[in-house]
């Protein structure tokens, strides 16, 4: 900078103007960005699956067990990096269909 106010060769002002030395304007904004994939199904799978194993007794788990398979299986379809979550939570609804499907033919059979 000159002592004109003017900056580059000769005097000339080039189209740039800068008020730091360095050129720093501000903070460095990235606009492509990728948001990371949300694990919503893997984590309502896992829910599910916990759920249905402590309440086996219960009818209404056999919905809960078959809808933790089928989240979790979407979750796996889709390439979510919750892809552990989603496995566990198959197979705790998996165990927990069973328990439930046991309890009930063990109530018949009691019958």
């Given at each position: 900078m000159?002592g004109n106010?003017?900056?580059?060769q000769?005097?000339?002002n080039?189209?740039y103007?800068?008020?730091?030395p360095?050129?720093?304007?501000?903070?460095?904004v990235?606009?492509n960005?990728?948001p990371e994939?949300?694990?919503?199904?893997?984590?309502?799978?896992?829910?599910?699956?916990?759920?249905?194993?402590?309440?086996?007794?219960?009818?209404v788990?056999?919905?809960?067990?078959?809808?933790?398979?089928?989240?979790?299986?979407?979750?796996?379809?889709?390439?979510?990096p919750q892809?552990?979550?989603?496995?566990?939570?198959?197979?705790?609804?998996?165990?927990g269909l069973f328990l439930?499907?046991?309890?009930?033919?063990?109530?018949?059979?009691?019958?």
């Amino acid at each position: 900078m000159d002592g004109n106010g003017n900056f580059g060769q000769n005097g000339v002002n080039n189209g740039y103007n800068s008020y730091a030395p360095n050129n720093y304007n501000g903070p460095v904004v990235v606009s492509n960005a990728i948001p990371e994939k949300s694990g919503g199904k893997a984590v309502g799978s896992l829910v599910c699956g916990i759920l249905s194993v402590l309440g086996f007794w219960s009818f209404v788990t056999i919905v809960l067990s078959i809808v933790g398979i089928v989240l979790g299986i979407i979750n796996i379809a889709q390439h979510n990096p919750q892809k552990g979550m989603a496995i566990a939570g198959i197979i705790l609804s998996a165990v927990g269909l069973f328990l439930t499907i046991g309890y009930i033919f063990l109530c018949i059979a009691l019958l």
